[in-house]
Nanobody
């Protein structure tokens, strides 16, 4: 059973940066797609960025390209999300999720394993 633990959220002012971390455990196969999702109050959960643990293929939501960067450290089973130039509309609970196999979509419904989330709050 894959377990995911997020950290790194917090309260920041607009224009600031954060780096979210997702530490995974319980991997039993060589390839997983691991990524970040967010859910703002009264909105649906949406995909932000994902990365394949083998090969490093990445997919991003169009709305975050250029400001969000996903990366991984396979030795630590950790996936990061660097968020720059934060805006108030980026306020949300950010979740880490994973599924077996390489990445092919950022749709949340494709992901099997979920962490508890880390809150990001951006003030203007």
């Amino acid at each position: 059973q894959v377990q995911l633990v997020e950290s790194g959220g917090g309260s920041v002012q607009a224009g600031g940066s954060l780096r979210l971390s997702c530490v995974a455990s319980g991997y039993t196969y060589s390839t997983y797609c691991v990524g970040w999702f967010r859910q703002a109050p009264e909105k649906e959960r949406e995909g932000v960025a994902v990365v394949s643990t083998l090969g490093g293929r990445t997919l991003y939501a169009d709305s975050v390209k250029g400001r969000f960067t996903i990366s991984q450290d396979n030795a630590k089973n950790t996936v990061y999300l660097q968020i720059d130039s934060l805006k108030p509309e980026n306020t949300a609970m950010y979740y880490c999720a994973a599924h077996l196999g390489g990445c092919y979509t950022i749709r949340p419904t494709a992901f099997t394993y979920w962490g508890q989330g880390t809150q990001v709050t951006v003030s203007s």
